[in-house]
């Protein structure tokens, strides 16, 4: 065993690894790896880099200085983006560079293994890194110390040294006491090339005290009763017991259908009388029409949706999902909600392009409107005291909800015009948003 002052541990592994096994055929995961493998290992030792371990999906490496770290780290990036394109193959990597002390073990003969802190480090950074990120973990840094890197984006935009270092939030990592400082390598053309606009996962410091965010449940819709609108959902509580729980189909995202069986999301908040009560039911395995709110360079992107409330739920779309859909943003889409892992969260899967199309209507519904396009129509009937109500425009009844008005002070009642924004409702029905009252005229 062999304790020395300092060296730099380099840890990169494939971005969203899980999914992509699950979606890929095993020959074509196989293939993969052995490409990207191939390509780490050649930049890896053209910075005289040392291979420690696989790491399955990825690999530790050591280095002697932090900078041939780095740049092994920018030549890997480069090379995936040339050799496998990720808009085409769904490869990407994450990466965690940390420097300082290590025990050095010695496996066999002429075989090592490295343990303690920056190793440790290095490892978590990459976890907590999004697709195409590298993080790095360095004493600070002052002007006259950063090293010299540079990537092909950088010598084209000739980029400044001190340009390619972008300071993090100091973080917690799991195992190690203090927070962890860390800076954002800019390799790319553009900062939103990180697939998700950022290049980690948020990370709480040690003194700040927890935000109040919602408990996300999981359960199983025990009962529905379709013609009065409510039922209930079993579910498994933080205390280790089942429970069961009100719901209301006003509450169910997206006005998705529902039944007796299906798996869903949802959160509790009070309801009438101060009871507890599921809302914001999110359908696992339902399908939903959203609209496409973002577009990396590397094909991946979001899918946006507006709950009861008027908050917004986004849906991370994987590259190879939509490699043959020519999307673009504000397209509207149909998709299937699934579970991904902890970075992504909720994903869309089976996406539909929906672009400029109208929904097709029963007969009785009459005239067609097209998503997103502005209308007006009268007020039928609205229910103050349960927040909802029907307008009619043309043929169509609109749903009108209390959290869709633009001014919450002023209720809607039988006729009076509004104006809003067409967007899709519970079984090729629309809903209102954005609901605004305008001047009464005598022909509509």
């Known amino acids: ?39 780490a290992r050649k930049n890896i030792r053209q910075q005289q880099g040392e291979i420690v371990r696989s790491l399955g999906d990825g690999l530790l490496a050591v280095f002697g200085q932090p900078a041939a770290a780095v740049q092994a780290a920018i030549d890997t990036q480069e090379s995936l983006g040339k050799q496998l394109p990720y808009a085409e193959t769904g490869i990407s990597c994450k990466m965690g560079i940390a420097t300082g002390s290590f025990i050095q073990l010695t496996v066999d003969e002429g075989l090592f293994d490295y343990l303690g802190t920056a190793v440790q480090i290095a490892q978590h950074l990459c976890e907590q890194a999004y697709g195409n990120a590298i993080l790095l973990h360095h004493a600070p840094m002052q002007p006259h110390e950063l090293f010299a890197i540079h990537s092909q984006a950088g010598i084209r935009q000739q980029r400044p040294l001190e340009a390619y270092f972008v300071e993090q939030p100091p973080c917690l990592l799991q195992g190690i006491p203090l927070p962890v400082c860390s800076h954002a390598i800019f390799w790319q053309a553009a900062p939103n090339h990180y697939l998700t606009d950022r290049p980690m996962e948020t990370c709480r410091a ?3 005290e927890p935000s109040a965010v919602e408990t996300v449940h999981f359960g199983k819709v025990t009962a529905f009763k379709k013609e009065r609108g409510f039922g209930f959902i079993q579910y498994y509580t933080e205390h280790h017991e089942y429970k069961e729980i009100y719901f209301h189909m006003s509450y169910v995202v997206g006005n998705a259908g529902i039944q007796e069986n299906d798996h869903v999301q949802f959160v509790i908040k009070p309801g009438k009388e101060e009871r507890p009560q599921a809302c914001s039911v999110l359908v696992m395995g339902g399908r939903l029409i959203g ?54 969260g909720l994903i869309a899967t089976d996406i539909t392009l929906h672009r400029g199309e109208k929904l097709a209507h029963q007969a009785e519904t009459g005239d067609n409107l097209t998503l997103g396009n502005t209308e007006q129509a009268i007020v039928t009937v609205y229910f103050a005291d349960k927040g909802y109500g029907f307008a009619k425009c043309r043929r169509n009844n609109i749903y009108i909800h209390v959290s869709e008005l633009t001014d919450p002070e002023q209720t809607p009642t039988p006729g009076d015009l509004i104006e809003f924004e067409v967007t899709p409702g519970r079984d090729s029905t629309y809903r209102a948003n954005s609901v605004r009252f305008v001047q009464r005229r005598d022909a509509v």
């Open 1 to 39: 065993m062999i304790t020395t002052p300092y060296k730099t541990f380099f840890c990169t592994r494939i971005y969203n690894a899980d999914l992509l096994k699950t979606a890929l055929a095993e020959a074509d995961w196989a293939r993969f790896l052995t490409e990207f493998y191939g390509i």
């Open 206 to 208: 040690k003194k700040e």
């Open 291 to 344: 609209q496409v709110e973002s577009l990396a360079a590397d094909g991946s992107g979001h899918i946006s949706i507006r709950n009861q409330a008027s908050e917004v739920t986004r849906f991370f779309v994987l590259p190879q999902v939509i490699r043959d859909l020519p999307l673009r943003v504000n397209d509207v889409v149909e998709f299937v909600v699934g579970s991904g892992s902890d970075a992504e």
